[in-house]
Structures are given as structure tokens and as C-alpha cells.
């Protein structure tokens, strides 16, 4: 018989994760059942089988050898030869197996929820409190992972070391406020502790899926005092709410005589904007005389404009006129003008021009002179150098 591993607190139990051991690997769906089912285990929650030896008539001629072992679907199956782990095992029946060749383990694949709760967590005013943490969590998602938490952590210790996580959360959680703060903390602590759990569990297979603090107890002395807080705030409340009720009959009646006053008001702007509308129509009338004269003179002035502008063109072309006979009067006196400065001036050139060429010719037979002085002077000396030559060949002679 199985021992009751049962831990109440304040009427809440607290769930226990065991490892079971069956006779065979097909009534793992009877054991994993049994979860919940307080008759026969408590709160014992079944999370891994170790299905054991079982006779058959092979037993009596040759023994350790089966007809065949039935493997479950469902639950992650692992399976050693020789006591050596080989992973996992397919569903389905496996005929003649041997007794080298072993089931190890079956673990749940199902999601489990597991309950938490934990009593006299002090606040931070020093108010104990019990608080009730539910959990669900599964091993997977893969065989890889049941293979983790097998061998690496197992469902005592995933119970002892789920159990101490949740009640250091759950106190540290509650000594961080004071009472009257403790219920507006599930959802933050569902999602830390979440968290801090997924952290810690994943490395051995375990996923937390959910997290949720179901109830806050206080002392059952503070739950009345907070109880007649309550119903004080409660009657507070009401005597509040007939005051706003008069208040507001106070405003309704201030809201219908200012409507009044604004309905008053509304019909003077009206006779004012009448008013106002009479004076528009007779100020635009006197604008519509007013355009009218404003046009009258300004065609009159127009006309004037006109004759002006006529008269003013009239005296232009005058002017123009005698402007071009001033013009051309001067022009023939300088061309006039001109014409004799250019003959003047032609002829002081033409006499300037004979005497430079006077001067020119005289130059020109003053060089011929010199060089005929010249030629004459060297025809003498050549006859005298001759001469004398002469001279001097008679004297050698």
C-alpha cells in the first residue's frame, strides 16, 4: 500500500509529485487516473511509473524471456538493455522480449496541475497571511526532455525543489507589502513567479504553463475589522452618493436657470442681430448711392482726363517738330563747319607734305655730293699708293 504523503494547510492540501511502480507498462493509464482521486492516494499526483517484473507461462520453460511487452501511447516511454539507457520506445507490442531488455520508465505527458498553498507568510506590517498558489505544468515538450527529467531530477526532488520555489516565492512576495495590498499582487506574481520558475525548470524537461494565486486569507480578527471598514466605507459611500444626488438637483436647477437666462439672452442677440441687419440693408444702400455718384464723377473726371492727355500729345508733337528743325538747322551749320576745317586741313598737309619732300630731295643730293667727295678722295689715294709703289720697285731697281 502506498503511504499518504497528505500536507494540509489551513483546509488547502498541498500536492506531492510521486514516482509510482506498476506491474506492467499498460495500466499506466489506470495509475495516471487514479490523479485527483483522494480515496486512494490523497494528493498525490503520479508524474513517473516504473513498471516492474510480471510472470508469464514462458516463465516455467524459459526464464526471463516474454511473449511480447505492450508499449502505451501517450506518455513519453524509455526503455535500457543491459541497464543501459536507449532513448525511447515506440507504441506498440514487441514480441519476444527478452529480460536484458526493460521499460524503465513511463512519464506523464498530460498537463498537471499541481497546488501550492502556504500558511502564516508574514507581510511587511508583520500580518500573517495564507495564500493558495495553483500550478500547471507539464514535462516536454519532446522525449529528450522526459529523458532530462528523469535522470537529471526525478519526481522527488521535482517535488521538493517545486514545493521550496513556491513557498520562498510566495513569502517573499507577501513580506514585500502590507496586508491590504496582498490581494492587488496575483497577476504580478503569477507572472514573476512564471517566469522565475520557467527559469530554473527548463533545463530539466519542465515547462510551467500557468501560474495563479486562487485566495488571500487574512487573520479571521483583521478580516472582520476589514469587514467593518468595509461596510463603513460602504455607508460612507451611500451618504456620498445622496449628497451627490443633491448636489446634483442643486446643479439641474442651476442648469435650468442658466438655460433661462441663456434662452433671454438668446432672444436679445436675436432682436440685436435684427437690428444690426436693418443697419447692414441701409448702410448698403448708401454704398449703392454712393458707387453711383463715385461712378458719375469718376466718368466726369475721366472726360477731363482725356481732353488733358489729347492737349498734352497735341504740344508733344509740337515740340517734336520744332525739335527736329532745331536739330537739322545745327547739323547742316557743323557739317558746314566741318567741311572747311577738312579742306584747311587737306591743304596744310599738302603743303607740309611738298616740303618735306623739298627737304627729302635736298638731303638726298647733299648724300650724292658726299659720296662722290668721297669716291674722288679714295680714286686719289689709290693712284698715289700706286704711284708710290712704283716709286719703290725703280728704287730696287
Same mark, same amino acid.
Given at each position: 500500500?502506498?503511504?499518504?504523503?497528505?500536507?494540509?494547510?489551513?483546509?488547502?492540501?498541498?500536492?506531492?509529485?510521486?514516482?509510482?511502480?506498476?506491474?506492467?507498462?499498460?495500466?499506466?493509464?489506470?495509475?495516471?487516473?487514479?490523479?485527483?482521486?483522494?480515496?486512494?492516494?490523497?494528493?498525490?499526483?503520479?508524474?513517473?511509473?516504473?513498471?516492474?517484473?510480471?510472470?508469464?507461462?514462458?516463465?516455467?520453460?524459459?526464464?526471463?524471456?516474454?511473449?511480447?511487452?505492450?508499449?502505451?501511447?501517450?506518455?513519453?516511454?524509455?526503455?535500457?538493455?543491459?541497464?543501459?539507457?536507449?532513448?525511447?520506445?515506440?507504441?506498440?507490442?514487441?514480441?519476444?522480449?527478452?529480460?536484458?531488455?526493460?521499460?524503465?520508465?513511463?512519464?506523464?505527458?498530460?498537463?498537471?496541475?499541481?497546488?501550492?498553498?502556504?500558511?502564516?507568510?508574514?507581510?511587511?506590517?508583520?500580518?500573517?497571511?495564507?495564500?493558495?498558489?495553483?500550478?500547471?505544468?507539464?514535462?516536454?515538450?519532446?522525449?529528450?526532455?522526459?529523458?532530462?527529467?528523469?535522470?537529471?531530477?526525478?519526481?522527488?526532488?521535482?517535488?521538493?525543489?517545486?514545493?521550496?520555489?513556491?513557498?520562498?516565492?510566495?513569502?517573499?512576495?507577501?513580506?514585500?507589502?502590507?496586508?491590504?495590498?496582498?490581494?492587488?499582487?496575483?497577476?504580478?506574481?503569477?507572472?514573476?513567479?512564471?517566469?522565475?520558475?520557467?527559469?530554473?525548470?527548463?533545463?530539466?524537461?519542465?515547462?510551467?504553463?500557468?501560474?495563479?494565486?486562487?485566495?488571500?486569507?487574512?487573520?479571521?480578527?483583521?478580516?472582520?475589522?476589514?469587514?467593518?471598514?468595509?461596510?463603513?466605507?460602504?455607508?460612507?459611500?451611500?451618504?456620498?452618493?445622496?449628497?451627490?444626488?443633491?448636489?446634483?438637483?442643486?446643479?439641474?436647477?442651476?442648469?435650468?436657470?442658466?438655460?433661462?437666462?441663456?434662452?433671454?439672452?438668446?432672444?436679445?442677440?436675436?432682436?440685436?442681430?435684427?437690428?444690426?441687419?436693418?443697419?447692414?440693408?441701409?448702410?448698403?444702400?448708401?454704398?449703392?448711392?454712393?458707387?453711383?455718384?463715385?461712378?458719375?464723377?469718376?466718368?466726369?473726371?475721366?472726360? $477731363?482726363?482725356?481732353?488733358?492727355?489729347?492737349?498734352?500729345?497735341?504740344?508733344?508733337?509740337?515740340?517734336?517738330?520744332?525739335?527736329?528743325?532745331?536739330?537739322?538747322?545745327?547739323?547742316?551749320?557743323?557739317?558746314?563747319?566741318?567741311?572747311?576745317?577738312?579742306?584747311?586741313?587737306?591743304?596744310?598737309?599738302?603743303?607740309?607734305?611738298?616740303?618735306?619732300?623739298?627737304?627729302?630731295?635736298?638731303?638726298?643730293?647733299?648724300?650724292?655730293?658726299?659720296?662722290?667727295?668721297?669716291?674722288?678722295?679714295?680714286?686719289?689715294?689709290?693712284?698715289?699708293?700706286?704711284?708710290?709703289?712704283? $716709286?719703290?720697285?725703280?728704287?730696287?731697281?
Amino acid at each position: 500500500m502506498y503511504e499518504n504523503h497528505t500536507l494540509t494547510l489551513q483546509g488547502y492540501e498541498h500536492s506531492v509529485l510521486v514516482q509510482r511502480q506498476i506491474s506492467r507498462a499498460t495500466k499506466c493509464y489506470e495509475e495516471f487516473s487514479k490523479y485527483g482521486r483522494h480515496d486512494e492516494y490523497g494528493n498525490e499526483i503520479p508524474i513517473v511509473l516504473v513498471p516492474g517484473k510480471w510472470c508469464n507461462l514462458l516463465d516455467i520453460f524459459i526464464p526471463g524471456l516474454r511473449i511480447g511487452e505492450s508499449v502505451p501511447s501517450g506518455p513519453y516511454v524509455l526503455w535500457t538493455k543491459w541497464g543501459r539507457d536507449m532513448g525511447a520506445l515506440e507504441p506498440g507490442v514487441r514480441w519476444i522480449w527478452p529480460f536484458w531488455k526493460k521499460i524503465s520508465h513511463i512519464v506523464s505527458a498530460s498537463t498537471i496541475t499541481y497546488l501550492a498553498p502556504s500558511s502564516g507568510c508574514p507581510t511587511a506590517d508583520n500580518v500573517p497571511v495564507d495564500v493558495d498558489v495553483s500550478l500547471t505544468f507539464k514535462i516536454g515538450p519532446d522525449v529528450e526532455a522526459a529523458r532530462l527529467f528523469v535522470y537529471r531530477l526525478g519526481a522527488h526532488r521535482f517535488d521538493e525543489m517545486l514545493s521550496a520555489e513556491c513557498e520562498e516565492a510566495i513569502r517573499g512576495l507577501v513580506y514585500s507589502v502590507t496586508h491590504d495590498r496582498v490581494n492587488d499582487l496575483k497577476e504580478e506574481f503569477a507572472i514573476d513567479m512564471k517566469a522565475v520558475l520557467n527559469e530554473k525548470f527548463a533545463r530539466y524537461g519542465v515547462q510551467i504553463l500557468f501560474v495563479k494565486v486562487t485566495d488571500v486569507k487574512l487573520p479571521m480578527e483583521l478580516m472582520d475589522r476589514l469587514e467593518s471598514t468595509t461596510a463603513f466605507k460602504t455607508k460612507m459611500g451611500e451618504t456620498e452618493k445622496t449628497h451627490e444626488n443633491k448636489v446634483q438637483i442643486l446643479k439641474d436647477k442651476a442648469t435650468l436657470d442658466i438655460e433661462t437666462i441663456r434662452k433671454t439672452n438668446g432672444r436679445m442677440v436675436q432682436e440685436i442681430q435684427a437690428e444690426k441687419e436693418r443697419y447692414e440693408i441701409e448702410r448698403k444702400e448708401m454704398e449703392s448711392v454712393a458707387r453711383g455718384e463715385a461712378k458719375v464723377e469718376i466718368a466726369k473726371q475721366t472726360r $477731363l482726363a482725356e481732353v488733358k492727355l489729347k492737349t498734352a500729345q497735341a504740344n508733344e508733337v509740337i515740340a517734336k517738330i520744332r525739335a527736329n528743325e532745331r536739330a537739322e538747322s545745327l547739323i547742316r551749320t557743323t557739317e558746314i563747319a566741318c567741311q572747311n576745317k577738312k579742306i584747311k586741313a587737306e591743304k596744310d598737309a599738302l603743303v607740309m607734305i611738298r616740303k618735306s619732300e623739298a627737304v627729302l630731295q635736298v638731303a638726298e643730293w647733299e648724300s650724292k655730293a658726299m659720296i662722290a667727295s668721297e669716291k674722288a678722295e679714295l680714286d686719289g689715294a689709290f693712284i698715289l699708293l700706286s704711284f708710290l709703289e712704283c $716709286l719703290e720697285l725703280l728704287f730696287i731697281i
